[in-house]
């Protein structure tokens, strides 16, 4: 065959392919990851677990989450195609490994690694426990209330207000910009993860809300660990409210059922939640076992 009709063959090959089966060749070309600037520093990074963002000032670039070691290598890639600056500083806004698993590829390349410190605990335990301490980068610097770092015209401050997702969840406030990473503080119309294993506790994490919202002003602008599909990674002040109000559904309908005397195995075949019908994902059960564990809690 020559190589003339190789190609109109070719091109009548893929004009014969389904809408569907062209898709999966585009994204077999694709990359698999998805970068979305916020601003003309700032901007975030989706692939595979929390969502990441980073900031590329003139003193160095920052980034904030790490996914797992093959997104954060795709990710220091990209940014080293957009940025000649070094790496100044890895923040990690909660321990759990779709987070904070992806450090490990910046070591010997960022200057520092920050989180709370009990995210710090979290992670060691986390990693002994899974017998993985050779694949982490713990933090180097760990702080408890605040934290904040100028980053030439940007400063970057770190808040802490106690049991949420987790013991050691961090807000990431880009203050110039006024963009606040949220971490897995939200879950946008996606069912959350409850560590209470690591001190998550869904009453406080209202509260924890309350205060982001009476912290931040009403132009600022969030980003979410995870969204659900067809919802975006980012949102307002009005997704906080969506979220804190969710949660206070989840409890009011699991203690409802514990009133009206069902079981725990009856109350988790619950497929919706009442008020909270825009959270319609897979993980229902992840919540309402939380929510039991907790109101059943002998304090
Ligand atoms: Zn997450
Ligand atoms: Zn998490």
């Known amino acids: ?3 003339r009709s190789f190609i109109n063959q070719s091109a009548f090959a893929v004009g ?3 809408v569907a089966q062209k898709g999966i060749l585009s994204s077999f070309f694709e990359d698999p990851w998805k970068i979305t600037m916020l601003t003309g520093e700032i901007g975030i990074f989706e692939e595979r677990g929390g969502t990441i963002a980073f900031l590329l000032s003139k003193k160095g670039i920052v980034v904030v989450d790490s996914q797992f070691p093959d997104q954060s290598k795709h990710l220091i ?3 080293k195609k957009k940025s000649e600056k070094p790496f100044k500083l890895l923040i990690n806004t909660h321990h759990h490994g779709d987070h904070s698993a992806g450090n490990i590829s910046f070591k010997g390349i960022v200057d520092h690694v920050l989180a709370h410190a009990n995210s710090k605990i979290n992670q060691e335990n986390s990693a002994k426990k899974n ?3 050779d694949k982490q980068l713990y933090p180097d610097q760990t702080y408890t209330d605040t934290w904040c770092e100028k980053f ?3 400063e970057i401050c770190l808040s802490y207000h106690g049991a949420a997702h987790t013991n050691g969840d961090s807000f990431i406030h ?3 910009a006024n963009i606040v ?3 897995d503080l939200l879950f946008n119309r996606k069912h959350p993860v409850v560590d209470r294993g690591a001190g ?3 009453k406080h994490w209202m509260e924890v809300l309350d205060k982001a919202l009476a912290k931040f002003d009403s132009k600022t602008q969030y980003i979410f660990g995870h969204a659900g599909p067809g919802y975006k990674v980012n949102g307002t002040a009005d997704d906080l409210h969506k979220f804190r109000d969710y949660l206070g559904h989840v409890l009011k309908f699991v203690e409802g059922e514990i009133k009206a005397g069902k079981t725990k195995e009856e109350i988790l075949k619950a497929t919706i939640i009442p008020g909270g019908e825009d959270w319609m994902t897979d993980g229902i059960q992840r919540p309402l076992t939380a929510a039991y564990d907790e109101l059943t809690a002998k304090s």
């Open 1 to 3: 065959m020559n190589r």
């Open 16 to 18: 014969a392919l389904t």
């Open 77 to 79: 890639d990209e940014l």
């Open 131 to 133: 017998n993985s301490e």
């Open 152 to 154: 030439d015209n940007e």
């Open 174 to 176: 880009f203050r110039h």
């Open 181 to 183: 990473h949220c971490g």
């Open 200 to 202: 998550a506790n869904m």
